[in-house]
Nanobody, 124 residues
Framework: VQLQAYGGGLVQAGGSLRLSCAAS????????VAWFRQAPGKERDFVAA????????YYADSVKGRFTISRDTAKNTVSLRMNSLKPEDTAVYYC??????????????????WGQGTQVTVSS
């Protein structure tokens, strides 16, 4: 499956952005899809995931209550709605996908398919 992430940009603190990850090549609903982010000089961190086949959603504690991950099966996309953005949310955001698994995967090296990153910058 090929992934393309888009929707990043510059926003003031407290603002909102919506990232999207579009898939081609396979039926996206059969993949667990996650968003990760990487700030300069830091590790690539888990942000959120949506399980394959209509399963649940999972969030990092740092974004819980502010970010929402969702899937549009008709459009073969997964979106990340980000509200109440903070300067510490500034990073390159990546979408990733993995074939069906028993549980949620939160480590970046557990995912085989990646989109290119999209920059999110939150100004204070």
């Amino acid at each position: 499956v090929q992934l393309q992430a888009y929707g990043g940009g510059l926003v003031q603190a407290g603002g909102s952005l919506r990232l999207s990850c579009a898939a081609s090549g396979r039926t996206f609903s059969m993949y667990t899809v996650a968003w990760f982010r990487q700030a300069p000089g830091k590790e690539r961190d888990f942000v959120a995931a949506i399980m394959w086949g209509g399963g649940g959603t999972y969030y990092a504690d740092s974004v819980k209550g502010r970010f929402t991950i969702s899937r549009d099966t008709a459009k073969n996309t997964v979106s990340l709605r980000m509200n109440s953005l903070k300067p510490e949310d500034t990073a390159v955001y990546y979408c990733a996908a993995e074939a069906p698994t028993q549980g949620v995967l939160t480590m970046w090296d557990e995912y085989d398919y990646w989109g290119q990153g999209t920059q999110v910058t939150v100004s204070s």
